[in-house]
């Protein structure tokens, strides 16, 4: 069996075998986040209650709001100019690690001014933002991880990232043995970026590299902004649509409602992983795919999308039908209401891991504008569901305004704008299953 397994890899392209060490890599990394992940964060849901579990969650959404600030939508363009400017690649990283403190400098003050005017008064709130935004501070460094994917070796940004889940795991654990209070769950947020965070540096000096050696370039901060000023809005935007359905829910209906709401979505967000470890991993060989030919650049896009619809298929069907029992067994019966967000939630899954791919297209032609343009009319038509929905359907409500509004920013605007109607056309094929008896095409 092994000697089969072997001789059939053997087989495959050395760039092939790479990626798929690297999807290997990423999937191990998420497996284990998914399993100990879930069993020790509904462990905290169960000890912490709806209410505390929502205010939690409430605080982390907030600060999630802001933190694209911090980001600053470098996060592909860099892996992509790495890639193309390998000579460059010590200025690129030194650059970019600057800008990110400096973003997250104004995401904390950002975030801790702007709850102080949503919540008057509410010093838990204010010190549970103001803790969680921290965490964007130490999370500048994973700059170091876009060298590790670019060169398509995430390996060693797992192994360093593993070490810190794990022993914040770990600490997780002894607070709920020892009672401990609610702010003490939002420390342990930040001890873990931290260790993660000095795991890379020490990762990346293993390799042979040197912190040491990245430099800062005025021109390099002009041109990275330039680029990504657009995908700053972008990601605000996505941000806007993906967590404002928490914020919205807290103020208008409050604390418990959110960590309902929390409960299901996070079982149905879980699965992401499948999406992000296989674009993170092919986003390098389609992008010099586009400089070869149009037809293979297109055909592993098709493939791609046509993967998305198997995996999201095969999670949103069982979790539609089994929403109750998953929800009761895994958080308890306090949480029962959860069942139905989970039902409807999950299938925002098929739009949201066609987004991954779109975003890989996006930055290798070069829309970004476009991803502005899409993102932030997808922000605005979720905040108007929720203000429609959230108040006659409260949880369930929001999770619906969330499945339209990613429909329409990942899929159907694509079908609307010209210049990504072929790649709407792409999506629709794999959503109709008509493009699977295709002609194969490696990623």
Not at 32 to 57: E, K, S
Not at 184 to 196: D, R
Request: with cysteine.
């Amino acid at each position: 069996m092994l000697n089969k397994l072997n001789a059939t890899t053997q087989k495959l392209s050395p760039e092939l075998r790479k990626i798929l060490t690297n999807i290997g890599w990423l999937s191990g990394d998420r497996v284990l986040r998914m399993g100990m992940g879930l069993i020790v964060g509904a462990w905290v849901a169960r000890y912490l209650g709806p209410q505390q579990f929502g205010l939690l969650n409430y605080a982390t959404a907030f600060v999630a709001l802001f933190a694209v600030l911090a980001s600053l939508g470098l996060d592909q363009i860099v892996v992509r100019d790495i890639v193309r400017k390998p000579t460059y690649r010590d200025k690129i990283l030194g650059t970019t690690l600057i800008l990110k403190l400096i973003g997250s400098l104004v995401t904390v003050a950002l975030t801790t001014s702007m709850i102080g005017w949503l919540r008057p008064g509410d010093q838990l709130t204010l010190w549970l933002v103001g803790i969680i935004a921290a965490v964007t501070l130490f999370d500048a460094f994973n700059t170091i991880d876009f060298w590790f994917q670019s060169q398509v070796k995430s390996k060693y940004t797992v192994i360093a990232k593993n070490t810190a889940f794990i022993l914040a795991t770990l600490a997780r654990i002894i607070l709920i043995q020892t009672q401990a209070p609610l702010i003490s769950f939002a420390w342990v947020l930040v001890a873990e970026s931290a260790i993660g965070g000095v795991g890379l540096a020490i990762a990346y000096q293993v390799k042979g590299e040197s912190l040491l050696g990245w430099r800062v370039s005025w021109q390099q901060i002009k041109t990275l902004l330039h680029e990504s000023w657009p995908l700053i809005i972008s990601n605000l935007a996505i941000m806007l649509y993906m967590r404002i359905d928490q914020i919205m829910l807290g103020q208008l209906v409050g604390d418990q409602s959110v960590g309902i709401y929390s409960a299901g979505v996070r079982i149905a967000e879980i699965w992401y992983f499948f999406a992000i470890a296989i674009v993170n991993s092919v986003t390098p060989s389609i992008v010099k795919s586009k400089q070869q030919s149009e037809t293979i650049y297109y055909n592993k896009l098709q493939k791609l999308f046509n993967l998305m619809v198997i995996i999201s298929f095969g999670i949103a069907l069982p979790m539609t039908f089994l929403s109750k029992l998953i929800i009761v067994v895994i958080f308890g019966s306090q949480y029962a209401a959860a069942a139905t967000v989970l039902a409807i939630y999950v299938w925002s899954a098929v739009f949201g891991f066609f987004g991954w791919v779109k975003g890989v297209w996006i930055v290798t032609e070069g829309y970004t504008v476009f991803a502005l343009v899409s993102t932030c009319c997808g922000a605005l038509m979720n905040i108007l569901l929720n203000f429609w929905l959230i108040p006659h359907y409260q949880e369930n409500g929001a999770a619906l305004a969330s499945v339209i509004s990613y429909s329409f920013t990942d899929y159907l605007i694509c079908l609307i704008y010209p210049p990504a109607r072929r790649l709407g056309w792409i999506m629709t094929k794999a959503l109709t299953f008509s493009s699977f008896t295709s002609r194969r095409t490696k990623l």
